[in-house]
């Protein structure tokens, strides 16, 4: 089957991780697709993955990173994944489901760091050059329920660190794009891991009987 490119959405702890791995395998079982490769941003590289370090604990001597900083970091370590990793596998006829991509940027530098949108969309376009993916998955939680899935963790990252009034311009932004853009599955990610997984693989279903 053809090379597609899946992508999944959401605030921390909406079940991205959980649902990209259930989607390779749900794939696999029911769909005979093998060759699949999950990424995970920001990182997947040698190079992205020691950005994704600077991303979310932040540089030596606790030096603040400028927001226009974060944003080039993590545009730098999409720039490495696409070039290196993503297209060289769609092109070898690999599926690709990426546990984030540039709408995280979108909405979390976009909405979550109100980032002048001019610059973000031409950064966006110079970086993904055309590479958009087929099918979103955008799994849609509270900052609240976000918050209370996570905060067993032992350290939270900058990024987590934020006010809520941070994740609630990231949701927002995020709820905008899913209802402008046709590619874009909004799912009620409050529901059960079952219940989530099930919407999914209907979505999937349909998707395959209307390409
Ligand atoms: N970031 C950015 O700002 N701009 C960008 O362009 C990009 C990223 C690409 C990456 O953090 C950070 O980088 C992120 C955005 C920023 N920071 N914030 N805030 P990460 O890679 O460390 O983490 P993440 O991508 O946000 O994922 P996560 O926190 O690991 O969450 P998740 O993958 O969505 O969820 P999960 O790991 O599958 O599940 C988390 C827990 O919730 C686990 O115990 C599950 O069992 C539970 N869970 C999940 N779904 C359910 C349901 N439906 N019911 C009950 N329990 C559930």
Avoid at 32 to 38: R, S, W, Y
Avoid at 84 to 105: A, C, E, M, Q, T
Wanted: proline share 4%; hydrophobic share 35%; net charge neutral.
């Amino acid at each position: 089957m053809d090379n597609r490119f899946i992508t999944i959405e959401g605030l921390d702890g909406a079940g991205k991780t959980t649902i990209t791995h259930r989607i390779s395998k749900y794939l696999k079982n029911q769909y005979g697709v093998t060759n699949i490769l999950t990424t995970h941003e920001p990182g997947g590289t040698p190079v992205s993955d020691f950005l994704r370090v600077l991303i979310k604990y932040g540089g030596p001597m606790n030096e603040p990173i400028n927001n226009i900083s974060e944003l080039l970091m993590i545009y730098a370590a999409r720039l490495q994944l696409i070039e290196n990793v993503i297209k060289p596998s769609l092109s070898k006829g690999y599926w690709v489901i990426g546990d984030r991509f540039d709408l995280s940027s979108q909405a979390y530098q976009g909405g979550g760091r109100e980032i002048d949108i001019l610059l973000l969309h031409a950064l966006s376009d110079r970086i993904t050059n055309t590479l958009s993916p087929d099918l979103t998955f955008y799994l849609d939680i509270s900052p609240e329920l976000s918050i209370s899935r996570i905060n067993h963790r032992q350290k939270l990252d900058r990024i987590e660190q934020e006010p809520l009034s941070f994740f609630d311009r990231v949701r927002s932004c995020y709820k905008k794009l899913a209802s402008e853009r046709k590619n874009i599955v909004t799912i009620d990610a409050t529901q059960s891991l079952e219940e989530v997984s099930v919407s999914i693989y209907r979505h999937l279903d349909w998707w395959f009987l209307h390409p």
